[in-house]
């Protein structure tokens, strides 16, 4: 499993304001470095051997960068082997203050929790080798 990369200046919700607050205040992603979010897996208690069409539960641990902070995170992964592919979900709870988020007070941002789900889909290409 390789690192997993989102680019923060791609999040989006329903209001321009709030998408400018995200990216310039709260994940700071227009300054160098803060622009993706990185997840670099480190292990997983996956025990084989896969049945295909089977679905199957097991957890990632990796480090999460966030705004130029690293923390330890697990994810509980679920999948599904296929011919030619693999889904799954996986997920996790992130906790903004932990990667020392802060949320401004401005009219625009509502309060926001300082626990958060995230939850990933997971569609891949299977390579027979």
């Known amino acids: 499993i390789g690192d997993l990369a989102i680019n923060a200046k791609t999040l989006v919700t329903d209001s321009s304001s709030r ?12 300054t160098p470095g803060n622009e993706f ?21 097991f957890n990632v641990v990796g480090d999460m960068t966030i705004s130029g ?14 011919a030619d592919k693999v889904t799954g979900i996986a997920k996790t709870t992130l ?4 990667f020392n988020l802060v949320i401004p007070n401005l009219p625009f ?12 889909s997971i569609v891949a290409d ?3 080798q």
């Open 69 to 82: 902070v690293t923390k330890p995170v697990t994810f509980a992964v679920t999948a599904i082997v296929e």
């Open 109 to 120: 941002i509502a309060d926001v929790d300082d626990e958060f789900p995230v939850t990933a």
């Open 126 to 128: 299977r390579i027979m």
């Open 19 to 30: 998408n400018g607050a995200i990216a310039r205040m709260i994940l700071k992603s227009e």
């Open 37 to 57: 979010m990185i997840f670099k897996p480190t292990s997983n208690d996956f025990v084989g051997p896969l049945a295909m069409g089977k679905e199957v539960s």
């Open 95 to 98: 906790k903004r203050s932990d």
